[in-house]
């Protein structure tokens, strides 16, 4: 491989390894790279990029010690391939029923955790959703107010799409999953819209 910048070409090295960053062609190898790796496992493995997720129902003592041996055979594909799992951002989330049992990989002890992002949405133990919902809404009130600090001279359409831009979309990412059943999570969100209307309508309180 080699970096050629503005005509001036660097030394070629030998890549044994990986996939580089930032190329055209990059996130389709990393893809190619490791298609295989639900074979190795006989737990359910969802992926997503760089992000693997792993699991699998638990029902009796069999099924801990094959989940177990699934992040065994983890290791052994990552080594084939000359691959690393990041362990400290591995997590064990038990839906519904806190594991007595602790799981490995890599001879680090993985953290259970009462909740944990995946893909944007902040999955629970419960399966409840407030916890993704106060985030949700510390998230767009932050840029809200970017928004009524900065952009209050400009003309109302410019609002308006700064708004379904930048503030709207936060609030409406997975919302088909994480729809609010909650008179609490629902009031949340609604005083977060009716921010966005005095600020779109230029309605602002002093």
């Given at each position: 491989?080699?970096?050629i910048?503005?005509?001036?070409s660097?030394?070629?090295?030998?890549?044994?390894?990986g996939v580089?960053?930032?190329t055209v062609?990059?996130?389709?190898?990393f893809l190619?790279?490791?298609n295989?790796?639900?074979?190795c496992v006989?737990?359910?493995?969802?992926?997503?990029a760089?992000?693997?997720?792993l699991y699998?129902?638990?029902k009796?003592?069999?099924?801990?010690?094959?989940?177990q041996?699934?992040?065994?055979?983890?290791?052994?594909?990552?080594?084939?391939?000359?691959?690393?799992?990041?362990?400290?951002?591995?997590?064990?989330?038990?839906?519904?029923n806190?594991s007595?049992?602790?799981?490995?990989?890599?001879k680090?002890?993985?953290q259970?955790?009462?909740d944990?992002?995946y893909?944007?949405?902040?999955?629970?133990?419960?399966?409840?959703?407030?916890?993704?919902?106060?985030?949700?809404?510390?998230?767009a009130?932050?840029t809200?107010?970017?928004l009524?600090?900065?952009l209050?001279?400009?003309?109302?359409?410019?609002?308006?799409?700064?708004?379904?831009?930048?503030v709207?979309?936060?609030?409406e990412?997975g919302?088909?999953?994480?729809?609010?059943?909650?008179?609490g999570?629902?009031?949340?969100?609604?005083?977060?819209?009716?921010?966005a209307?005095?600020?779109?309508?230029?309605?602002l309180q002093?």
């Amino acid at each position: 491989m080699r970096t050629i910048v503005e005509g001036e070409s660097s030394q070629e090295t030998s890549v044994d390894s990986g996939v580089p960053q930032c190329t055209v062609l990059g996130t389709i190898m990393f893809l190619c790279h490791i298609n295989d790796l639900p074979d190795c496992v006989n737990s359910s493995v969802r992926l997503f990029a760089d992000d693997c997720l792993l699991y699998r129902t638990i029902k009796k003592e069999d099924h801990h010690l094959t989940l177990q041996a699934d992040l065994k055979h983890l290791e052994e594909w990552a080594n084939k391939w000359g691959m690393r799992f990041n362990t400290k951002k591995c997590y064990v989330l038990s839906i519904n029923n806190k594991s007595s049992r602790y799981y490995q990989l890599e001879k680090h002890t993985l953290q259970e955790v009462q909740d944990n992002p995946y893909l944007g949405l902040q999955i629970s133990s419960d399966l409840k959703w407030s916890i993704h919902i106060n985030n949700v809404c510390k998230k767009a009130n932050a840029t809200l107010g970017f928004l009524r600090r900065n952009l209050r001279n400009v003309p109302e359409t410019c609002r308006k799409t700064t708004y379904v831009t930048l503030v709207r979309s936060i609030m409406e990412y997975g919302a088909t999953i994480w729809n609010p059943y909650l008179k609490g999570d629902i009031d949340k969100l609604e005083r977060i819209q009716n921010r966005a209307i005095r600020f779109v309508k230029k309605r602002l309180q002093k």
